[in-house]
T-cell receptor, first 111, second 115 residues
Framework: KQEVTQIPAALSVPEGENLVLNCSFT??????LQWFRQDPGKGLTSLLL?????REQTSGRLNASLDKSSGRSTLYIAASQPGDSATYLC??????????FGPGTRLSVLP | NAGVTQTPKFQVLKTGQSMTLQCAQD?????MSWYRQDPGMGLRLIHY???????DQGEVPNGYNVSRSTTEDFPLRLLSAAPSQTSVYFC??????????????FGNGTRLTVT
């Protein structure tokens, strides 16, 4: 059964720092790996989707990479801003199954 | 486009009452699903559907029923609410969950309290 973990569970950084969020999965048989953002009291918003055949995707200050062989994905946030404060979740879409979510990393960017 | 719309936003039920959480999407998505989100447990899949007339169980289906009579709607029914069903419920959809390039879209959730 696919398991998805995220490290760290929480992160607090000063504004302007570059930071990396980590996502690990146990089964490399995936269609894709998605990163989501969740603001308090809200639903999840899709940030980036990396297909199984891809190595990375970029959107603005966000860059996500995927290494299926090691079962890892990283989300890189450049020049962090207070508006980036949220919980970030990754999810793997597993062959023959459904999306499996990690527990999330709670990010606080301090002004 | 409205995307994925969930109603109601908040609901309080007494133990044993029944209710239906509504979910509608206007993106012609084949795949729809229901999750519950609890502190320390993350997002857990309740039921999902890969098209009208087709539903299947997820990780935590007990106490919940679903049906999919149209592509747009995927209601979640609680037949006899229990305090253990106190949670935040999310509906999500994608064009085709078997395709690698189809992002998952979420509604804003329903916060349910069972007393």
């Amino acid at each position: 059964k696919q398991e998805v973990t995220q490290i760290p569970a929480a992160l607090s950084v000063p504004e302007g720092e570059n930071l990396v969020l980590n996502c690990s999965f146990t089964d490399s048989a995936i269609y894709n790996l998605q990163w989501f953002r969740q603001d308090p009291g809200k639903g999840l918003t899709s940030l980036l989707l990396i297909q199984s055949s891809q190595r990375e995707q970029t959107s603005g200050r966000l860059n996500a990479s995927l290494d299926k062989s090691s079962g890892r994905s990283t989300l890189y946030i450049a020049a962090s801003q207070p508006g980036d404060s949220a919980t970030y979740l990754c999810a793997a879409l597993v062959y023959g199954q459904n999306f499996v979510f990690g527990p999330g990393t709670r990010l606080s960017v301090l002004p | 486009n409205a995307g994925v719309t969930q109603t109601p936003k908040f609901q309080v039920l007494k133990t044993g009452q029944s209710m239906t959480l509504q979910c509608a999407q206007d993106m012609n998505h084949e795949y729809m699903s229901w999750y519950r989100q609890d502190p320390g447990m993350g997002l857990r899949l309740i039921h999902y559907s890969v098209g009208a007339g087709i539903t299947d169980q997820g990780e935590v289906p007990n106490g919940y029923n679903v049906s999919r009579s149209t592509t747009e709607d995927f209601p979640l029914r609680l037949l006899s609410a229990a305090p253990s069903q106190t949670s935040v419920y999310f509906c999500a959809s994608s064009y085709d969950h078997r395709e690698g390039n189809s992002p998952l879209h979420f509604g804003n959730g329903t916060r349910l309290t069972v007393t």
